[in-house]
């Protein structure tokens, strides 16, 4: 899954968090649109529409601002189209994850002689963290946000996605893991995830306390698993998309040798389907025993 995919299914799962944030303002009343807009598709854009009270809401995430047409004409003609279809007054942000290089300029508007259009920018490097680490459906972007102690924001992140429902956790956990990877080391994020679980789940707690009483080979099996459960569902996420409940659900029942045979067939995993036939092949297996 591309970045601007994942933020693409975050906007579409929490449409009115999304368009709160992007706006300014609270809305209640949104929709998502799954729409063809008329014509050839301009290109395979990680593109949002909401429709709200009286406005269309286009949404648009880039890691990149060069592409094929150039941003500003493909913002016109998304505009045009959407118009066409909906005779709406239309908003338009596109939302850069990452900074560019010092000497890019940033446009915002598409401009040909009589013909002015204007959209929005929002530079998420220069966003208040805040808003993004007290909500849930906005947390996986809290590390790309403004700060001038980049670890310290990354450790603020892991004690909010730790402290998450059970059933919220392992989903945003993956997510927040994923876009925090444009940002930060690879090494940095798995070891801060991994403490921070040990510290705040109640699970690792009494294995850590079974650890002192019965042996630490016990307490380490667990940790492992925990630990190998968490790199299943990144990867998994990565190949095949959104999880859903009873997948993940499923997942936490699989032994440590069953983790480790998950972690080499999913590397040949193109779809979700695959993952199933897989959970068909175990459930086989064990009936035979």
Known sequence: MS?????KLLSEKHPATFASWVLGTPQTSVKVLKTELSIEPIRA???TFLQLQGRILHLEFQTKLESTPPLPLRMLDYWVRLYRLYRLPITQVVVLLLPPSPETVIETIFSVETIRHE???????????????NDPALLPLAPLAATTQPQTLLQQVVGKVNQLEPRQRPEISVYTQILAGLKYNQDLIRQLFREGMMRESVIYQEILAEGEQRGEQRGREEGRKAEGQLLILRQLTRRVGELPQEVLARIETLSLEQLENLGEALLDFQAIADLETWFSTLDIGVKMT
């Not at 959209?119 to 680490?133: D, K």
Request: net charge negative; aromatic share 22%; with cysteine.
């Open 45 to 47: 854009d990680y593109v």
């Open 119 to 133: 959209y929005r920018v929002i530079r998420l490097w220069e966003e208040n963290p805040e808003p993004f680490l």
């Open 3 to 7: 970045f601007d995919n994942l933020c």
